[in-house]
């Protein structure tokens, strides 16, 4: 979708209502509610995190949503595809988290980004985070610089892929625990997005299509 286009259809985005948990729900591995439950305790000690969902237009104005690929590491987000993001640090609000982070691991200029939209926190059973979720634009193509320490690769998705419902899968995946299970999953770029990262960008694409 030709980024102008993109733009001018998401005009009011800012007060539409959010789609929320029912929304994240369809992307959810089948354990999750269960492993939720067992942590009740847990989630009072959460920590708190941010990422950020960044549209903006490529080289020939259409529209991209970036995302990335983890290295491989001892840790329970190894090799798994996500959005720039990281944990909360002092005396700074979630909404700087989240654009500090794009900044240090994609090389996203802070004031080239506008925050359209706080979308709904979600836990994170495996490594007890709050992850808090920002939707923004970039009317400009960003520079792209990945972080080597923590980045493998930079996923630049199109729109129309995010959009496009043949890309929602059901797939086979290891986890955390090293067990398998069957998941629902996007295939984004010959990636598979799982997990959080899918259950945040359900709701987005929820709410893309009740603005458009």
Excluded at 122 to 131: E, T
Excluded at 146 to 161: F, H, I, R, Y
Excluded at 172 to 193: F, G, Q, R, S
Aim: hydrophobic share 40%; charged share 25%; proline share 5%.
């Amino acid at each position: 979708m030709n980024f102008n286009t993109f733009v001018k259809s998401i005009e009011g985005i800012e007060n539409a209502p959010l789609p929320a948990e029912a929304s994240q729900f369809k992307m959810s591995p089948p354990y999750r509610a269960d492993l939720v439950s067992k942590q009740k305790e847990l989630i009072k000690t959460a920590k708190k995190s941010a990422v950020l969902a960044l549209f903006y237009p490529d080289e020939t104005n259409e529209t991209h949503i970036i995302l990335i690929l983890r290295k491989t590491y001892k840790g329970v987000h190894s090799a798994q595809v996500g959005f720039p993001g990281g944990k909360l640090e002092a005396n700074e609000t979630l909404e700087e988290a989240a654009l500090r982070e794009a900044n240090e691991e994609v090389g996203v200029a802070i004031d080239t980004v506008t925050v359209l939209k706080e979308m709904t926190q979600i836990y994170i059973p495996p490594s007890n985070f709050f992850v808090q979720p920002y939707m923004g634009i970039s009317n400009i193509t960003p520079k792209f610089v990945k972080q080597d320490a923590e980045v493998e690769a930079l996923l630049e998705v199109k729109l129309s892929d995010f959009l496009n419902e043949d890309n929602v899968v059901t797939k086979t995946v290891t986890t955390a625990k090293n067990i398998k299970v069957e998941v629902p999953a996007y295939n984004l770029n010959n990636h598979l997005v799982w997990g959080a990262t899918a259950m945040m960008l359900s709701e987005i694409k929820d709410l893309l299509k009740t603005v458009h």
